[in-house]
């Protein structure tokens, strides 16, 4: 991790990328960012649009990260923009997710893309992400992460990330916890000269069903959408307001059953992702204490109780803060993995000693999950790359017809 644009503006222009050349999407945020741009995929797919997505970090492949029309790409494509990207800017020193983004954008302009989706990777300001000149920002649930690098605060947090906004662009803000952080986009957006939308204002109710102004034939609740979650309604509405706004700049129109169709169908494993119904076995992504703080209360709701929680994070996250988020949890059991093989990982005698009587170590995660003798609720929460180890073992996990619905066993 190195901040700073200079590498980024000088891979741009070796490879001879203009500022604004590639119709850039940029997803910026804390938690949600994934499953808007998820969702906003979906849609723009549904309505015939040649969409690309870059996201991260991966789960078991790192060409999850680069997708053209929802599909992951041949060898020979990511080989092709890697030595392209490699020839032009080996001096430059480049971060292995500024390599991927250079990637990703000579992979969207080969293919012409009408959209490329791009998830930033971290704050707004410094984002390799943030180079592209993106026409339209979606800004999601902004929170605490990353605090030695973006800061203490969320107001701080914020600040930082809308410092990604561009001149004469659109900005989208989702709904926000905090109540502070509306007003500091809304300042930036004008000190900056982009126009700002929020959810807040756009969002209807009827009957217990969500919509949005100018959109009244899109109603939605938990139910009608592809990935589970109370908070993935906001993330869908999110989703719906760009792609209102993106449809607009691309003289679309806006079909109310597709948009309905996209978001039944958007699938992204490791979100609220049950992948066994009995045992119930739930993946999820929930990495600092916002994420893990809306995951309890999800559950919660849907009176499912975890009673063995498989946990770990990454070092330079909100550790104590996010263990005591877990000791919320009314689990039996806090099963702590070995995960030294990341660099980032935090020591496991320390996070077991953070989460207390209940925490104690397991070594062998595939024996566990897949015991005969295993019949309680299972969540894996804390850290994507956990995730993906586990996704890793068992490669049917990320099949989307290995997807069960939440209702299935509420034990």
């Keep these: 991790m190195r901040l700073g644009l200079e590498r980024m503006q000088k891979g741009m222009y070796l490879l001879d990328v203009r500022h604004g050349e590639l119709p850039a999407v940029q997803l910026i945020g804390t938690n949600g960012k994934g499953s808007t741009a998820s969702f906003l995929e979906s849609l723009a797919l549904a309505h015939g649009m040649k969409a690309g997505l870059f996201t991260s970090p991966h789960l078991v492949s790192v060409k999850e990260r680069i997708r053209v029309d929802g599909k992951v790409l041949p ?36 293919a012409g893309v009408d959209a490329a989706i791009m998830e930033a990777g971290l704050g707004g300001r410094y984002d390799a992400t943030s180079s592209l000149g993106a026409k339209l920002h979606v800004i999601t649930s902004i929170d605490l992460d990353h605090t030695p690098v973006l800061g203490t605060t969320v107001p701080e947090i914020a600040a930082d990330k809308v410092a990604a906004v561009c001149k ?16 500091i986009v809304q300042q930036a957006c004008a000190r900056a000269g ?19 102004k100018g959109l009244t034939s ?29 449809a607009g700049m691309k003289e679309k129109k806006v079909e109310p059953e597709k948009c309905l169709q996209a978001l039944k169908n958007t699938y992204l494993p490791g979100r609220m992702h049950v992948v066994s119904p009995r045992p119930m076995i739930i993946m999820d992504g929930a990495h600092n204490p916002g994420a893990l ?29 996010m263990a005591q988020m877990i000791k919320k949890f009314k ?21 077991l000693a953070l989460l207390g009587k209940r ?33 890793s073992i068992f490669p049917q996990w990320l099949d989307p017809d290995n997807k069960w619905p939440l209702a299935f066993d509420r034990q």
């Design 168 to 183: 004469d662009s659109r900005v989208i803000l989702a709904r926000q916890r905090n109540s502070l952080v509306r007003d």
């Design 359 to 391: 925490a104690r170590p397991v070594d062998d995660l595939q024996g566990f999950l897949s015991s005969k003798d295993l019949d309680e609720p299972v969540l894996v929460c804390g850290s994507l790359y956990l995730l993906g180890y586990i996704y």
């Design 293 to 321: 703080s809306g995951l309890l209360a999800f559950l919660q709701s849907r009176n499912i109780n975890p009673l063995n929680i498989v946990f770990a994070c990454l070092s330079d996250k909100e550790v104590k803060p």
């Design 194 to 212: 982009a126009g700002f939308l929020c959810v807040d204002d756009f969002q209807l109710k009827d009957g217990g069903k969500s919509g949005l």
């Design 331 to 351: 689990a039996r059991r806090i099963l702590v993995p070995e995960t030294g093989h990341h660099s980032r990982a935090i020591n496991r005698k320390e996070l």
């Design 75 to 110: 060898d020979e494509v990511w080989l092709d923009a890697a030595n392209k990207v490699h020839s032009a800017c080996a001096d430059l020193g480049l971060t292995y997710f500024e390599f991927l983004t250079l990637m990703a954008v000579l992979i969207f302009r080969q």
């Design 218 to 246: 899109v109603v939605i609740d938990q139910q009608d959408l592809g990935l589970f979650g109370d908070y993935q309604l906001q993330n869908a509405l999110t989703a719906l307001l760009a792609w209102r706004i993106l």
